[in-house]
T-cell receptor
């Protein structure tokens, strides 16, 4: 139980294009999902909290117009990196909140912007 | 944002040895979580602790929620090569409302020599 998937697992795109990453809770419903970013050899950095049916809450310093989050259903949240640039290259990981508010993480998406 | 003090940063041990790592915080948490992350993957939840003083086991793993609510440790007994990875502690302050964000430690890189 408590399986979270992400798609795609890796993506390479040209600078200036937009990339959408999907996060799905496969065997449970999640009112709340979270989006993290992780640089090599570093810990996870929370970008935003995604709540089903409402606007996402962004952490300080994260541009909401650049990282668009949509949580349209209890099993799906999407992160769109708009007008991606090389500095946006990173490992993006989502998590879904379980029954006891623990977080179950997806396998991550490696984004490379050329 | 705030980070937990996790130590050690890295460990090199022989197969069969026991391992101990810990996290401390200047502020209290209501929940402590321990995750393991393999390269290129998302973190996997190992143990969740919900009560001060709680001692919980999961196979060869044992974790405790410090009585002061400001620390936690994780022990791994009889290590095996597949224990290799990065271990993260995470604290959660369930203060009600919608604040269930995790605060992560910087991770402990474990290497097990066969």
């Amino acid at each position: 139980g408590a399986v979270v998937s992400q798609h795609p697992s890796r993506v390479i795109c040209k600078s200036g294009t937009s990339v959408k990453i999907e996060c799905r809770s496969l065997d449970f419903q999640a009112t709340t999902m979270f989006w993290y970013r992780q640089f090599p050899k570093q810990s996870l950095m929370l970008m935003a909290t995604s709540n089903e049916g409402s606007k996402a809450t962004y952490e300080q310093g994260v541009e909401k117009d650049k990282f668009l989050i949509n949580h349209a259903s209890l099993t799906l949240s999407t992160l769109t990196v708009t007008s991606a640039h090389p500095e946006d290259s990173s490992f993006y990981i989502c998590s879904a909140e379980g029954t006891f508010n623990e977080q179950f993480f997806g396998p991550g998406t490696r984004l490379t912007v050329l | 944002g705030q980070q937990l003090n996790q130590s050690p940063q890295s460990m090199f041990i022989q197969e069969g040895e026991d391992v101990s790592m810990n996290c401390t915080s200047s502020s209290i948490f209501n929940t402590w979580l321990w995750y393991k992350q393999d390269p290129g993957e998302g973190p996997v939840l190992l143990i969740a602790l919900y009560k001060a003083g709680e001692l919980t086991s999961n196979g060869r793993l044992t974790a405790q929620f410090g009585i002061t609510r400001k620390d936690s440790f994780l022990n791994i007994s009889a290590s095996i090569p597949s224990d290799v990875g990065i271990y993260f502690c995470a604290g959660q302050l369930n203060s009600g409302g919608s604040n269930y964000k995790l605060t992560f430690g910087k991770g402990t890189l474990l290497t097990v020599n066969p």
